[in-house]
Every structure is written in C-alpha cells, then in structure tokens.
Antibody, heavy 129, light 107 residues
Framework: QVQLQQLGPGLVVKPSETLSLTCTVS????????WSWIRQPAGKGLEWIGR??????????????NYAPSLRSRVTLSVDMSKNQFSLRLDSVNAADSAVYFC???????????????WGQGTQLTVSS | DIQMTQSPSSLSASVGDRVTITCRAS??????LNWYQQKSGTAPKLLIF???SLHSGVPSRFSGRGSGTDFTLTISSLQPEDFATYYC?????????FGHGTKVEIK
C-alpha cells in the first residue's frame, strides 16, 4: 500500500521567503507516476499547484512537468529518486500562500482518465512575519 | 482554465436520505471527472473516477453519472460517516481544477 508522508504538521515562513516541502513515497515506487501538489486555504477549496512525472525507467521529462499558470513563475517541482521523494519550492511567499499543502499521486488505470488516488496528510503553511 | 461549478454549496440531510450533488464543467470534459470526499482536517479521499467508476474500497451507496459537461454524485442512503465535503475535479486538461465543494450536513 503506497503511502505519502509529509514531514511536520505546520510551518511558518516569512513574507518574501521561500517555501520548501518534501513528500516521501513509501510502499511503492516513485517511477511511472505523476506526483502533484495541491493546496487548500483555510475554509476554502482545493487548488492544484502542479505535477511532475517520473518515467518507468526513472527519467524526468521536463515537458511532462506542469504548473498552474497563476503560480508558474514562482514554483519549482523536483524529484530525488534515491530517496523516493518529490519536492515543492515556492518562491516569494505572501499571505495568500497560507494554506494546507497536500502531496498526491495522480494515476490512471488501463487508459482511464487520471485521478488522485493517494494523498499525503497535509502540511499547514502560515506566512507571517 | 476549465471552471467546475458544484451545486448546492451545502445541504442538510438525514441518515437514510438519498443525496445528489451536481457538478458542471465550463466546457466538455468527456468522462474526465473525479469525485472526492473530505472530512475536516484530513486529506481528500477518492470516491469515483472517470465519472462513474467506483474506487476500490468505496461503498456501493456512492455512484456517479454524467458525461460532457454535466455530472452527478449520488449517495443512495446517507450514513453517519458520509457527512463531509465533496469535491468534483476534472482531469481533462491542465491545470487540474476542482469544484468549490458541497458540504453535506446533518439535518
């Protein structure tokens, strides 16, 4: 059973600083899937941040890394194959970035549409000076 | 971006009730529509994928229908553990987008 683990329940980052989050994949391989980040401001809905694909052979194809247009200029996704981890970097954070950040696996089965079937437990980000 | 509009935004229902939630996409998305359940303070859980396919382990009282722009999630007989917020999500194109959620409350 694949599990996604996010370290720590909460994080405080000052305005204009950089957020770095990591998600560790256990119980399965990081290869052959899309790995996504999704956030949820308090009391609000879910916002997709972006996704990164790791091929079956463990390769990264930049053309298969996708970002939400509203965040593209500030977001970088990366993967550490040796640790079975993927990461989110968000530059120049501001108050509007305060939210719970979830990591998730996106997959498809037998060419069905993609869906998020595994989620991390979430990390609360507070942007405050 | 494809806008996903859910209705109602909230509803009150009793245990045993049949509940239907609607999701409309701003353009046709074929059957690229998923439904999630989220309880307070926890991550969303996948219920239905590809508009009508029940995810493994999800009770059969949950069902999904629709294609194109109009979709529904139905709970045939509401159980106490079903009181939660439900989200639809399209995976037709990037960026992935979610509906604003439907909160199902106890009447």
């Amino acid at each position: 059973q694949v599990q996604l683990q996010q370290l720590g329940p909460g994080l405080v980052v000052k305005p204009s600083e950089t957020l770095s989050l990591t998600c560790t994949v256990s119980g399965g391989s990081i290869s052959g899937y899309y790995w996504s980040w999704i956030r949820q401001p308090a009391g609000k809905g879910l916002e997709w941040i972006g996704r990164i694909y790791v091929s079956e052979t463990g390769n990264l194809d930049p053309s298969l890394t996708n970002y939400a247009p509203s965040l593209r200029s500030r977001v970088t996704l990366s993967v550490d194959m040796s640790k079975n981890q993927f990461s989110l970097r968000l530059d120049s954070v501001n108050a509007a970035d305060s939210a719970v950040y979830f990591c998730a696996r996106e997959q498809q089965r037998r060419l069905t549409p993609y869906y998020f079937d595994n989620w991390g437990q979430g990390t609360q980000l507070t942007v405050s000076s | 971006d494809i806008q996903m509009t859910q209705s109602p935004s909230s509803l009150s229902a009793s245990v045993g009730d049949r509940v239907t939630i609607t999701c409309r996409a701003s353009q046709s998305i074929s059957n690229y529509l998923n439904w999630y359940q989220q309880k307070s303070g926890t991550a969303p859980k996948l219920l239905i994928f590809a508009a009508s396919s029940l995810h493994s382990g999800v009770p059969s009282r949950f069902s999904g229908r629709g294609s194109g722009t109009d979709f529904t999630l139905t709970i045939s007989s509401l159980q106490p553990e079903d009181f939660a917020t439900y989200y639809c999500q399209q995976s037709y194109i990037n960026p992935r987008t979610f509906g604003h959620g439907t909160k199902v409350e106890i009447k």
